[in-house]
Every structure is written in C-alpha cells, then in structure tokens.
C-alpha cells in the first residue's frame, strides 16, 4: 500500500505561484503514473493533472491548462505541481495518489482510495 505526503501549500494571492511536492513510499514509485487532484468545501474531489511512470506524458484539467505543470523525480520518490497564474477558484486541499495506470487516473482517479492528509491552497483575490 503506498503511503503519501503532500507539502507545500500556503495562502497567496491571486497571480501568484506555489509548488506542491508529493513524497511517496510503500510501492516501486517509478512503475506508478502520479495524479493531483483537489477538493474544495463542499464539492467532489476533482482531477487536476497526472503523469505517467517514467514521465514522458502528463495530462491536465482543462481549469488549470497552460498554468499548472506537473513533472516528477523518481530518484526522489517525488512528484510536483508547479502552479502559476493562481486564481480564487484554485483554493482547495490539494491531494496526490497513485496508480499503475495512468488513464484510471485521469478517468477515475478520485475514486481511490488511500489519500494522505493533503496540504491547503488558498488564494486571495
């Protein structure tokens, strides 16, 4: 079972930028695509980007296109999402997770299981 740690939120305000960094441990990390997603109060968990095992390929909601950039290090053990241009309706806890299959990620990723605790994104318009 893979244990994950989500880091790097904080409050800022809009136009800024902030990275995030997901450490994980329990499996062999470089076999498994990574995904973000977010959670805002009172709405479903959503997808936010992905990236596949070795990371050729990534992938990204449509609300966080041409701003967020999700890449990985697998000497780390670490995946990333570096976010620009930080609008209000990016506050969220943020989450990471994995899976062997990079398209279960970006198709259904929010229905896994085994979240760690998140890290808060707020932004202040």
């Known amino acids: 079972q893979v244990q994950l740690v989500e880091s790097g939120g904080g409050l800022v305000q809009a136009g800024g930028s902030l990275r995030l960094s997901c450490v994980a441990s329990g499996r062999t990390f470089s076999s498994d695509a990574m995904g973000w997603f977010r959670q805002a109060p009172g709405k479903q968990r959503e997808f936010v980007a992905a990236?596949?095992?070795?990371?050729?390929?990534?992938s990204y909601a449509d609300s966080v296109k041409g701003r967020f950039t999700i890449s990985r290090d697998n000497a780390k053990n670490t995946v990333y999402l570096q976010m620009n241009s930080l609008k209000p309706e990016d506050t969220a806890s943020y989450y990471c997770?994995?899976?062997?299959?990079?398209?279960?990620?970006?198709?259904?990723?929010?229905?896994?299981?085994?979240w760690g605790q998140g890290t808060q994104v707020t932004v202040s318009s």
């Open positions: 997770n994995a899976d062997p299959s990079f398209g279960l990620l970006i198709v259904a990723g929010r229905a896994l299981g085994n």
């Open positions: 990236i596949t095992p070795n990371g050729g390929r990534s």
